[in-house]
């Protein structure tokens, strides 16, 4: 198969891109900067919201799977910008091309469009997929992703790496390795899925709570016994805006984040997890954090 793939110097984008090629697939990856030939891989130079370049970007491909996505933007305009213009742009290019299968990445966070923009902003790109006339579309809500190569849980690492594990007030999360979505989303470029919402996880009943997850898992992880402390919403807050402060626009912790981040339950929804048939989750949780805090120290990030 020719996939196109949105996303692909990303995080899960890059690990999608390696399993596809390993494969035997190849892939046409959007990219914004120039990059290294890679066998297998042919860079379109264009972004989201440059037409032209999408309708590069398809030409000749089996599937389109839509990665890129904005989780962190400085208002609502941003977010809308990146999730849902540039949703509705990819979806436009795969119909202009008559592109029979669509994979969007969505987030759990779409369940609760009312709490942050980036919810609503998810909200919204998953109806620019799933009002479209695209013949075969299937919408994946990953929980929080990790797994070497993820920056978005390097704080946390380095926290638990002092013993210390800072965590939402009380809840529950789910949560998947990488490699386990990229399996997923692969899966779905190969079939005609006929308009599913997929929720997939780790397997883990009823997922984790935070300290669980952020302190016991984690900590185990990188060898240290973690003391868990669950921060109030308020005190959640004011961090972000130091956050912001110290860290400008590279803050991981921002107001849009602490909203959903407090909200008690982002397990995946078990009448959503996809069937076993096609895919279930292979990489233990435990056996993933080790190998993330592994790559974190390999690469002085611990």
């Known amino acids: 198969m020719i996939l196109a793939i949105t996303g692909a110097t990303g995080f899960v984008g890059s690990h999608l891109v390696d399993l596809v090629l390993r494969e035997g697939h190849q892939v046409r990856a959007l990219t914004r900067r120039q990059q290294p030939a ?69 987030s759990l966070a779409a369940r609760e469009p009312l709490l942050s923009n980036y919810g609503w902003s998810k909200a919204e790109a998953e109806r620019e997929v799933s009002g479209s006339s695209l013949p075969a579309w299937a919408i994946v809500r990953p ?21 210390i594990a800072l965590t939402p007030p009380p809840g529950r999360m789910s949560v998947i390795h990488v490699d386990d979505l990229a399996r997923l989303l692969l899966a779905l470029a190969q079939t005609r899925d006929q308009g599913s919402v997929l929720e997939p996880d780790d397997g883990r009943p009823d997922g984790w709570t935070h300290a669980d997850f952020l ?43 602490v909203s959903y981040i407090c909200h008690p339950d982002w397990t995946a929804d078990p009448a959503k997890r996809p069937d076993p048939a096609l895919w279930q989750p292979r990489i233990p949780t435990s056996e993933g954090l080790a190998q993330t805090a592994a790559w974190y120290r390999a690469n002085g990030l611990l």
Do not use: C
């Open 38 to 106: 890679q066998p297998g891989v042919a860079w379109i130079a264009g972004a989201l919201d440059a037409p032209e370049s999408l309708d590069n970007l398809v030409l000749g491909a089996d599937a389109v799977i839509h990665v890129a996505g904005v989780v962190n933007a400085p208002d609502r305009a941003g977010f809308a910008l990146g999730n849902i213009d540039g949703t509705r742009a990819m979806v436009a290019a795969a119909l202009g091309a008559g592109i029979g299968r669509f994979v969007h990445v969505s």
């Open 215 to 257: 302190g016991g898992a984690i900590g185990a992880a990188v060898g240290r016994r973690v003391a868990s402390i669950a921060l109030p919403a308020p005190l959640l807050s004011l961090a972000a805006r130091a956050d912001r402060l110290f860290r400008g626009g590279r803050a991981k912790l921002t107001a849009d984040r």
């Open 143 to 163: 929980p929080a992703v990790y797994g070497p190569g993820d920056m978005e849980m390097r704080d946390t690492f380095r926290l638990a790496n002092m013993g």
